[in-house]
């Protein structure tokens, strides 16, 4: 989810701008259901999982996000700063290829991506798990309104420039194919969700659920799901001071439980087990990434085609 890779809270967001970012979109959303089943398309290995072994007291992640990229699947894919460069790079082909069909005050003003900056605001785009492991400043700040990409003021072409620049994005694209959609990518998204199914049914985290209910209820606001809690109507504008009291419940529970610190160690467990027994596969998406982003600087330095 080498960014989250995997796209947080599915029903929430999208990870990607130009393409999708960080190899697989995490459906962070599922970190804690059992509702939904994996598919093992793309040459997945169908092998039983074995509860992996975890430390007597696992440590959480400093944060969801944080925990979400130091996943073992989150290593396969691009990186943000894959994302960034090759993103940088199809812009600045596009630029040239305008400028030599006539657009000589083109930009990429109409090529925009948006990125969180700060760690406080990429927790709040790409959260672990819309069921509130936040961080106490962000479930202070947005409650559970979180996982929405902010608004990018991209500047739309029209007429013989709109056509142009189609035109130029689609030569580029042959140059530089997204990996969106290749067997690598779409195995790394199947053997997410499979992860995901698997640590939501294991009897460690569903203890820890157990334990964080119970919090919840002493804390005033009962809730026996912290997905079902997060997925409540908070539909207004803003938080409410309900929903953020909620939130911020959450947050502490999800700590004093152990909830964070017992789910990343199992979905860690699992993701290694995926990993091993489909490495091939894997190991050939790594190296597609590793080519793609090697033909940057060839790309500039290349003349433009005639």
């Known amino acids: ?16 701008v130009a393409s999708l970012t960080h190899g697989a979109a995490i459906a962070v959303g599922l970190l804690l259901t059992t509702g939904c089943s994996a598919s093992l ?49 199809r812009k600045a082909l596009v630029v040239r290829c305008m400028k030599k069909r006539g657009h000589s005050s083109y930009s990429g003003q109409n090529m925009t991506r948006t990125t969180a900056k700060t760690e406080e605001d990429k927790e709040a785009v790409r959260p672990a798990g819309a069921w509130g492991y936040l961080g106490r400043a962000t479930a202070k700040r947005l409650g559970f309104h979180i996982g929405v990409q902010p608004p990018t003021d991209a500047s739309r072409l029209t007429g013989q420039a709109a056509k142009d620049s189609q035109a130029c994005l689609d030569e580029v694209t ?56 997060a997925d409540s109507p908070w539909n207004t504008a803003k938080p409410t001071a309900q929903e953020i009291a909620a939130a911020t419940a959450a947050e502490s529970c999800t700590r004093s439980s152990g909830l964070a610190a017992v789910y990343f160690a199992v979905l860690t467990g699992y993701q290694q087990q995926l990993i091993s027994t489909n490495a091939t596969i894997l190991t050939d998406y790594q190296e597609q990434v590793q080519k793609q982003t090697g033909q940057v600087a060839h790309l500039l330095a290349a003349p433009p085609a005639a």
């Open 41 to 89: 398309a793309n040459g997945a290995a169908d092998v039983a999982p074995t509860p992996p072994v975890i430390a007597a007291t696992p440590t959480a992640p400093s944060s969801g996000y944080d925990g979400l990229m130091r996943l073992p699947l989150s290593a396969y894919g691009t990186s943000e700063q894959d994302d960034d460069l090759l993103f940088r790079t």
């Open 174 to 229: 042959a140059q530089l194919p997204d990996l969106t959609g290749t067997r690598g990518w779409k195995l790394t998204q199947d053997l997410f969700g499979q992860s995901l199914q698997q640590a939501g049914a294991d009897r460690r985290v569903s203890d820890a659920r157990t334990h964080w209910s119970a919090c919840m209820s002493s804390a005033g606001h009962p809730a026996d799901d912290p997905q079902k809690l």
């Open 1 to 16: 989810m080498r960014t989250p890779r995997f796209a947080p809270a599915a029903q929430q967001t999208s990870r990607r």
